[in-house]
């Protein structure tokens, strides 16, 4: 079969994978809650003649071939949405209060779609293909969760890929750009700092001790470590999201609480960051006689894109699509007159894989700015292109399926 007769097979599909993913975005959840997402997941797995396998907290896994002796190629789709009120102007629109603002419906569909592709051709499958369905993406477990729950064994992942969909693009829906080698997408850390005084009447200052005060200090201190601690090229982002205390004017709080996350592309600068906010905040907080904790949540490493499987990816996909509908980041740069960078500033708990073994992400251009596509990912009214959607079912499966050909 060429690779035009596996693309028409997939634009066959359009209407199928479109519905699916109407329904999963009719149908929102959010992070590890996703029993009707899962269920559906399941069905449609079982109606294709597949396995479904549970993995972790609410992850599935499915495995394609298998009939010939090879390696083992995953593909991953996460499914969970986030807890935003939909505003976009779709028929489909989620009426729960959580929506598909990153596009986690269109992966898992096209996901799905790919499953229906490698099952009519699982006799040409060189080895196995194995299919991620993940929750909880945005808040960092999920991936973590399934890897703990033993994902990467029986069978033994030898590769792994991820697409992800892009709204408000500048470059025509269903053309693909694939990471260059390296690290692609930050680390990410969330954390909490506490800060302790002591209530009193504010007319009566004296008598307390302020923590408000104290935690204002130390935002601002915070700003040092980029603007003088940090060199040139070491980039971060740190920042403060919240700050909560108190529920009456008149009156000092016993505590005072901000939250903020950290962005990060190399894991000493991780390492260095963290430890100076904690020193920071706590020699802060000491000078105004208060004390002051600070707790790191969820979070992701760095996102590494493995170089041999890259250029396979790229080849693959150009092979697929023709070198006008897929890129690689370098090329997609030098034809928009930019730099050379691929990172994002989006971190991906996809990570936890790629720290794991050889991977890849792909992104999948899903909707122009100029076509209506004018919001981003993340925002209640954002939408996506849905012509994309056959595409990236044949991206994976063929990607799969020639990686596993040649190795």
């Known amino acids: 079969m060429t690779a035009n007769d596996f693309l028409q097979e997939a634009a066959a599909l359009q209407e199928r994978i479109t519905a699916a993913r109407r329904t999963l975005h009719q149908n929102a959840e959010v992070g590890f809650g996703l029993q009707n997402t899962l269920q ?87 080895g196995t293909v194995k299919l991620m369905f993940q929750p909880s993406e945005e808040t960092f477990e999920g991936s973590k969760d399934m890897l703990a729950a033993g994902l990467l064994e029986s ?58 005060s104290a935690a204002a200090h130390i935002l601002i201190a915070l700003q040092e470590i980029h603007a003088r601690e940090l060199a040139m090229d070491d980039r971060a982002v740190l920042t403060v999201g919240t700050l909560h205390a108190g529920t009456a004017a008149n009156a000092i709080p016993d505590t005072a609480t901000m939250g903020g996350s950290l962005r990060t592309f190399d894991e000493e600068t991780r390492s260095f960051v963290k430890r100076r906010l904690t020193e920071i905040a706590e020699g802060v907080a000491k000078a105004f006689r208060t004390e002051a904790s600070v707790s790191f949540g969820t979070g992701c490493p760095t996102l590494v894109n493995d170089k041999e499987l890259s250029a396979c990816a790229e080849k693959y996909v150009k092979e697929l699509l023709g070198t006008g509908r897929a890129f690689s980041v370098a090329e997609l740069n030098a034809a928009s007159g930019g730099g050379s960078s691929s990172k994002s500033a989006g971190s991906e708990d996809f990570a936890y894989v790629s720290q794991q073994v050889p991977s890849i992400m792909l992104a999948l251009a899903s909707g122009q700015p100029e076509k209506g596509y004018c919001y981003p990912q993340h925002h209640p009214k954002v939408k996506f292109d849905e012509s994309a959607l056959p595409v990236g079912s044949a991206v994976y499966a063929y990607t799969a399926l020639r990686w596993l050909e040649e190795h």
Do not use: W
């Not at 892009?166 to 269903?174: D, F, H, L, Q, Y």
């Open 40 to 126: 559906f997941v399941k069905d449609e797995l079982t109606q294709i003649g597949l396995t479904p396998i549970d993995c972790g907290r609410a992850g599935v896994v499915a495995l394609v071939g298998g009939k010939r002796k090879g390696g083992v190629f995953l593909l991953r789709a996460d499914m969970d949405a986030l807890p935003i009120a939909e505003e976009a102007e779709v028929p489909f629109a989620s009426k729960n209060g959580a929506m598909h603002a990153c596009g986690h419906d269109m992966h898992t569909a096209m996901l799905l779609g790919a499953a229906r592709l490698l099952k009519a051709h699982e006799n040409e499958i060189c």
């Open 155 to 212: 069978p033994k992942v030898d590769a792994a890929l991820m697409i992800h969909v892009m709204a408000g693009m500048p470059v025509p829906a269903g053309t693909v750009i694939v990471s260059a080698p390296g690290v692609s997408a930050p680390a990410a850390d969330y954390f909490e700092i506490t800060v302790r005084g002591k209530g009193c009447h504010g007319s009566m200052p004296n008598t307390g001790i302020d923590p408000l």
